[in-house]
């Protein structure tokens, strides 16, 4: 009788030990339920119309730069220009030996008075085709001969611009290669009347720019004054690595303020596009890296998007993502501290 008394009560014991278990478990569950719930507030995501701008660093380049030099070493028997002198196009810069030219000329010319003599003897079949045809031959290499050394004994300037460099003086030797620079030059021209800069664009703007679009540029030279470019030329693929594509800007400099190596700022108005733009205090950074990301609605759980953050409109701020965000409900509030997969209860207003 005390055996089964005994065996009664150990069982009574484990049924309410059980029975406490198990309430403790669902508790502690519920509780942890409550925790991971976390109550947010939420907004659809819609596109929005926005003036698109921006700005990007450049160098100023000169519009058109030639190293002048003869196409073959030789000596230098003058130079007519210094650094710093305006020159036209076609203005005589460089005279180089002419020995070699003058050779060239007297076989020139006399490889024109046989051609001339054997014009009339093939009218009257008094020598063969063959030989007329080498007399021609020989006298348009020499006309060809005779035009190269010209245009490389006496160097005339390409286009309109200053000379920015000299490498050599009269009567040294032109060795083929200025020293200073590592490549063929006696001279340096620059065309500084009208400038350039070379911008690299995203291609998420490649449908919006256009050929001929007015650009602003500002320089910590003048920070007061704004200078007008317009875009030339829209260079037609992306780069794979970057994603961008390149542009030249042409810059009118006639008063010839700026200077090729001046750093600028150089701001494209792209027109108006829709895009999205949220709150900028829903944008959160991820501790120790540049990363930028929000955090979506999904069936009561939230969901981490990475993002890229633009341009910022007072609380606003545009973004873009890999992913299409229209018509997504994201968290606006209590999204701080939130895990990927954390799960959350949509609270009202």
Avoid: W
Avoid at 118 to 143: F, N, P, R, T
Avoid at 151 to 169: D, H, L, M, Q
């Amino acid at each position: 009788m005390k055996k089964a008394l005994k065996l009664l009560a150990i069982s009574t014991i484990s049924v309410f030990f059980v029975s406490c278990n198990d309430t403790s478990k669902n508790t502690e569950q519920d509780d942890q339920h409550a925790i991971e719930a976390r109550p947010v507030k939420v907004q659809t995501i819609s596109l929005e119309t926005i003036g698109v701008t921006e700005t990007y660093p450049a160098t100023i380049l000169a519009a058109e730069e030639a190293h002048v030099a003869p196409i073959q070493p030789g000596q230098i028997r003058k130079i007519n220009v210094e650094v710093g002198d305006n020159v036209k196009k076609g203005n005589l810069l460089i005279e180089m030996d002419a020995t070699q030219l003058n050779q060239t000329r007297v076989q020139y010319h006399d490889a024109k008075r046989d051609l001339q003599r054997m014009d009339s003897l093939i009218k009257y079949g008094s020598i063969a085709e063959q030989m007329y045809d080498k007399a021609k031959l020989q006298y348009e290499v020499l006309a060809s001969a005779l035009k190269t050394l010209d245009e490389n004994t006496y160097i005339r300037a390409p286009f309109s611009g200053v000379i920015t460099g000299k490498y050599f003086n009269e009567r040294e030797n032109f060795t083929g290669v200025a020293p200073q620079l590592g490549v063929s030059a006696i001279l340096t021209i620059m065309q500084i009347d009208e400038l350039k800069v070379e911008v690299h664009i995203s291609e998420r703007y490649f449908p919006l720019i256009k050929e001929g679009m007015q650009t602003e540029l500002e320089t910590n030279i003048y920070p007061d004054k704004k200078f007008t470019g317009q875009i030339k030329t829209i260079y037609p693929t992306i780069d794979a690595a970057t994603k961008t594509f390149k542009i030249e800007i042409r810059i009118k400099n006639q008063q010839q303020l700026l200077r090729p190596g001046m750093f600028a700022r150089v701001t494209i108005n792209f027109g108006e596009t829709k895009t999205v733009v949220i709150p900028a205090n829903t944008l959160l950074k991820q501790e120790g890296t540049n990363n930028r990301y929000i955090f979506l609605y999904e069936d009561g759980i939230a969901k981490r998007v990475e993002v890229e953050p633009k341009t910022r409109y007072n609380d606003k701020i545009e973004i873009i993502s890999t992913e299409n965000l229209e018509g997504k409900t994201f968290i606006i509030s209590g999204h701080v501290g939130l895990n990927d997969g954390s799960p959350v209860t949509i609270v009202q207003e």
